[in-house]
């Protein structure tokens, strides 16, 4: 067992999700960070809410260290707008779904995230945001800056994930009335795109597959005693979402944001049916 296999097991002791999906997503990074000497090298991963994203980060992120390789990884859902910030547009734009809650562009802090990217960049000590989904009854708050994450030294790798990361303005003309607007809004976002030097993309094999995700993850944190969403309100939630996913997942498939790629595509089961990009396979 290698090094890295080993360290991934340590965090995820599932032989079929590490040898099948993990250990080549690793595979991959490790050889590009060690074939490019830009430190820190930045990641960034995207994929449907629920399909286990955030998990992959934290598994790469918890065995590089072990192997000598410094990183660090934190999400595009700690960059959410506060509260008062959110009801504040949902009063703004009453008749935009989309802004009715957070989640799409226009509900994130950009210059917020910006801002820890370019320290995180730099190497000084940098405080990672953080946001509190149980927070408001399941509807959420950011944390206050005392509860924030510190990292005080420069890590050899970044990985930044989030649903809609690396998603892009399409031509309006060919988008539904209720995504105009949060397009225009998808601008703004290059300030954390431009950062990235690879990019993950987890696809969902069925759109429906992600509705039964976010239901799921919401009752796996129930069970940790969190306060969440019902099962009736994640699933409204989510399915607002759906054209989105719809419209700008293949625009990125077809147009990375980084100049390295990899695309996993995931079942129900939220296993690779296939991977493929760069020295991926």
Known sequence: MTSLRQALFEHTPHQKRVDNYYLPVADWVLHLIATNAKRPYFLGISGPQGSGKSTLAEALATAFPKIGTSAVTFSADDLYVTYDEQQMLAKKYPDQPLFQVRGFAGTHDVALGAGVLESLAAGTPTKI??????????????????????????????????????????????????????????????AWTKMLDAFVLLE???????????????????KKGETTLSDADARAYIERFIPVYREYVPALAKHPPAPEFAHVLLGEDRQPITMFGTRLS
């Open 129 to 190: 945001p953080k946001y509190d989904k149980s927070a408001k009854g399941g509807k959420g708050d950011r944390a206050p800056e005392k509860d924030w994450r510190v990292i005080d030294s420069k890590v050899d790798l970044v990985i930044f994930e989030g649903w809609m990361l690396g998603f892009h303005q399409l031509p309006e003309k060919s988008l539904d009335r209720a995504l105009r607007i949060p397009n225009e809004m998808l601008g703004a976002y290059d």
């Open 204 to 222: 969902a094999s069925e759109l429906d597959f992600i509705v039964k995700w976010r239901i799921d993850s919401e009752q796996q944190r129930r």
